[in-house]
């Protein structure tokens, strides 16, 4: 199994900044990739960064030059970065991981969610 573990969510006035940490354990031989999605009620979840394990990013127009995705690979942790936040960026946050198993199975794991709130 491959848990991953998220943290830093939170409620920020506009203008302000929060910082998001996922870690993944469990039974990870390789990880191909980490990421970070976001979900508001009623709509569909959408990709807001994502990081290759050879450093490559990736970003949602809406979060670009805001946000900014980060990994720590010894760790198997990833950050996101959020700036000048604003009130559309308010959702449920969910971490992503792709990789493989000690097995050598594939595993895409997602974490439980954070919420992030952005509110005067």
């Known amino acids: 199994q491959v848990q991953l573990v998220e943290s830093g969510g939170g409620l920020v006035q506009p203008g302000g900044s929060l910082r998001l940490s996922c870690a993944a354990s469990?039974?990870?031989?390789?990880?191909?990739?980490m990421g970070w999605h976001r979900q508001i009620p009623g709509k569909q979840r959408e990709l807001v960064a994502s990081i290759t394990s050879g450093g490559s990013t990736n970003y949602a127009d809406s979060v670009k030059g805001r946000f900014t995705i980060s990994r720590d690979g010894t760790k198997n942790t990833v950050y996101l970065q959020m700036n000048s936040l604003k009130a559309e960026d308010t959702a449920l946050y969910y971490c992503?991981?792709?990789?493989?198993?000690?097995?050598?199975?594939?595993?895409?794991?997602w974490g439980q969610g954070t919420q992030v709130a952005v509110a005067s």
């Open positions: 469990g039974s990870i031989l390789s990880v191909n990739g």
């Open positions: 992503n991981c792709v990789g493989r198993r000690w097995s050598g199975s594939v595993f895409n794991s």
